[in-house]
């Protein structure tokens, strides 16, 4: 999916099924969801794997190494290719000189002495590592929030047919300015956040996602200009302290007929 419009690109496939519906059987085709193993490799070092939908995976590389905090800005990134290789894709991500040794120091200190124990409490802690704080100022009125997720669910396709998750970000000015899907939730957000940067959007909007707020999503959509988040599901306890700690407005259970509110209301007026 490209800004908003639907397509395909690999993302789905078409596979025989057999339908009993109301006691009778009828032969045919459904459009199924797609993944592939993606690894993730940073610097010729392989950084993480994820099963993903085989689309957007540039937004992919650099949504995940911004979201993870590989880099702060598009601009340490100097370059990003998509590979086949043996057993799936690599998605090589190259970063400046700077970045590139404070990585080498991190996986260093990661990887600990032999047979040490810190290293895992160390990924533990990282795990629920605290979001960073919102930038930028943004409010919305109720309706404005509709009109985002309007514009949002018409933009989607696998989510849709419930085989995927999608995100988007829009702004009262513009609409929706980006929307990417993935049949991971995380992946989704991540192809999301790529787009955002790669496009040069610095000003705040709100981001919209279809799958339930985890305190994970919640870190990652805190590195969008993302003062408003907003959520089809429900969130758990952990992601509405993580928007508390994020300065965040957190919108659960967005739906036609409203929506659910329960950090930093004061964002959304005329309530």
Known sequence: MTDGSKQDNGARQALPRISWRAGESTHGFRDLATEIPVALVHDAVVTAIRAATPADLEDLAVGFTLSEGLADMLEQIQSVEIAAADKGTEARVWLDAPRSAQLTALR??????????????????????????VVGQ????AEDVQIGLR???????????????????WRPSHGLIAAREDVDAQNALDKLAGAVARRGLRRPGMVMTTAPLTAELVRRAARISAP?????????????????????TLLALARGDGFELYTRPDRIVGR
Do not use: K
């Open 108 to 133: 260093a200190r990661a990887a600990g002495p032999t047979g040490a124990g810190p290293a895992g409490a160390e990924a533990l802690t990282e795990a629920f590592r605290p979001p960073v704080r």
């Open 138 to 141: 943004l409010e919305l009125d």
């Open 151 to 169: 514009a949002f669910r018409e933009a989607l396709t696998l989510a849709l047919e419930g085989s995927g998750h999608g995100a988007g970000f």
């Open 228 to 248: 408003i988040l907003a959520s089809a599901g429900p969130p758990t306890a952990p992601a509405v302290r993580a928007a508390e700690a994020a300065d965040m």
